[in-house]
């Protein structure tokens, strides 16, 4: 078991730094190939988690719009299409 915190901020005010999804896709990515499951989290799962979800959805090669479908589809209350959180998943 690996932990990697990724403390970030869920505002139209203060978006997700894309670093910080970048970071967590390149921590996840390789777990992934190796076969292994990853886990994401935020306190109420509706936004960065989804963020960063979408983000690996993406780096494993589907398209953002693919990605967010995937995640909505999987978890009803998850919301990747809220403004600032969509700009967010499509860098």
Known sequence: ???LHLPAND???RPIPLAKL??????ALP??????????HC???RHRSVA?????LIGMGHSAEAAML?????????DPY??????????
């Open 22 to 27: 970048c970071t967590g896709v390149a921590a």
């Open 70 to 78: 995937i995640v909505k589809t999987q978890r009803p209350q998850a």
């Open 31 to 40: 777990v992934i190939a190796d076969g292994e499951k990853v886990a994401v």
């Open 43 to 45: 306190s109420r799962g």
């Open 82 to 91: 809220i403004w600032y959180i969509r700009r967010r998943i499509e860098a």
């Open 52 to 56: 960063l979800a979408c983000s690996i």
């Open 11 to 13: 505002s139209p005010f």
């Open 1 to 3: 078991f690996q932990l």
